[in-house]
C-alpha cells in the first residue's frame, strides 16, 4: 500500500475532526494487516480531559471491524508538518504491532516522514 494513499485518507478523516476546543484537527489512517484501512479523527469534549485523539478512534476502528494487527498508521493535521502521535497513542499503536514492525508516516512540508513505532515508543509496555 502506497503511503501517499494513507496520508490522504488521513487528511480527509481531519475534515471531520469535532475539535471546538483546541481548533487543532486531526486525521487518522491504519492499514491493517487484512490491507483495508480504517479512519478516525479526533473527539474533543466539553469536559477537555475526554478528548480522544484521531489515532486512537482510527485503531478502535480498525478492531471493531475484526483486525487483529496493524502494519501503519499515517497521521495529518492541517496545523502543524509532522504530527507525531502523543505518548498515549504510541503505547496504543504498540499494542497491536505482532510480527511486522509498525510503520508510523507523518505529512511534512516537502514530502512526509517514516518512523517505526519501536523508534516512537523504545520499550512499549507488553504484557
Ligand atoms: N491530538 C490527536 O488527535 N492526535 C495527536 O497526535 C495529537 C493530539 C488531538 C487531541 C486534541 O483533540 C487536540 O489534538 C489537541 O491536543
Do not use: H, W
Not at 14 to 42: H, I, R
Amino acid at each position: 500500500m502506497d503511503y501517499d494513499i494513507l496520508l490522504k485518507k488521513a487528511q480527509e478523516a481531519s475534515k471531520n475532526a469535532y475539535a471546538k476546543y483546541s481548533n487543532f484537527f486531526v486525521g487518522a489512517c491504519v492499514l491493517a494487516e487484512s490491507g483495508k484501512t480504517y479512519v478516525g479523527c479526533n473527539v474533543e469534549n466539553a469536559s477537555y480531559g475526554l478528548a480522544i485523539c484521531a489515532e486512537r478512534n482510527a485503531i478502535a476502528n480498525a478492531i471493531t471491524n475484526g483486525e487483529k494487527s496493524i502494519l501503519a498508521v499515517a497521521i495529518y493535521s492541517p496545523n502543524i508538518d509532522n504530527c507525531t502521535p502523543c505518548g498515549a497513542c504510541r503505547q496504543v499503536i504498540f499494542e497491536f504491532q505482532k510480527d511486522k514492525e509498525i510503520k508510523i508516516i507523518t505529512k511534512t512540508q516537502d514530502g512526509c516522514k517514516i518512523y517505526s513505532i519501536n523508534e516512537l515508543l523504545p520499550f512499549g509496555f507488553e504484557l
